[in-house]
């Protein structure tokens, strides 16, 4: 039998108490145990970019972080971006102006990414967006509207 670990975890401003084994990755502690699905398990490998969350305002794949390393730190997922009162962040919203997804199933992981770009200041041209959104893979190949999603927040949050 596995030990259990208490912690806490931060996550989009709420305190979350869990007890977990130490070898829990922060993707299925935010899908299995907090029912945050938003964040998709995609290749669960760190290949695909689909659980892409921010740590302490850093882009980070869930699937290769253990949930015990976010201990202390800032998580944001999908679900906190959007502003208390349901308004979009520039970015989702930007995402559904440019039609930048299809099936939608990278779009977690997409626009937490392109947060993340654009705050990193990786968002100066088209082909720096592409640069620094490589990580996030799209199997429906959105890629030209999700590069025009980019540019236009980037110009709206600056």
């Given at each position: 039998m596995a030990t259990?670990?208490?912690?806490?975890?931060?996550?989009?401003?709420?305190?979350?108490?869990?007890t977990?084994?130490?070898?829990?990755?922060l993707?299925d502690?935010?899908?299995?145990?907090l029912?945050?699905?938003?964040?998709?398990?995609?290749?669960?490998?760190?290949?695909?970019?689909?659980?892409?969350?921010?740590?302490?305002?850093e882009?980070?794949?869930?699937c290769?972080?253990?949930?015990?390393?976010?201990e202390?730190?800032k998580?944001?997922?999908?679900?906190?971006l959007?502003?208390a009162?349901?308004a979009?962040?520039?970015?989702?919203?930007?995402?559904?102006?440019?039609?930048?997804?299809?099936?939608?199933?990278?779009?977690?992981?997409?626009?937490?990414?392109?947060?993340?770009?654009?705050?990193?200041?990786?968002?100066?041209?088209?082909?720096?967006i592409?640069?620094y959104?490589a990580?996030?893979?799209?199997?429906?190949?959105?890629?030209?509207?999700?590069?025009?999603?980019v540019?236009?927040?980037a110009?709206?949050?600056?």
């Amino acid at each position: 039998m596995a030990t259990l670990r208490s912690m806490e975890l931060e996550i989009n401003g709420r305190q979350h108490a869990l007890t977990l084994e130490p070898r829990v990755t922060l993707l299925d502690a935010l899908r299995e145990h907090l029912g945050l699905t938003g964040t998709k398990k995609g290749c669960d490998q760190g290949q695909c970019g689909a659980c892409t969350v921010h740590v302490d305002g850093e882009r980070v794949l869930a699937c290769l972080t253990l949930a015990v390393q976010a201990e202390g730190r800032k998580v944001t997922t999908i679900e906190g971006l959007a502003q208390a009162d349901g308004a979009l962040h520039p970015v989702q919203a930007a995402f559904v102006e440019e039609d930048a997804f299809q099936c939608g199933y990278c779009t977690p992981g997409q626009i937490m990414s392109a947060v993340a770009c654009i705050r990193e200041g990786h968002a100066g041209s088209d082909e720096e967006i592409r640069e620094y959104m490589a990580g996030n893979l799209c199997r429906c190949g959105a890629y030209p509207n999700i590069v025009s999603a980019v540019r236009k927040a980037a110009k709206e949050v600056a």
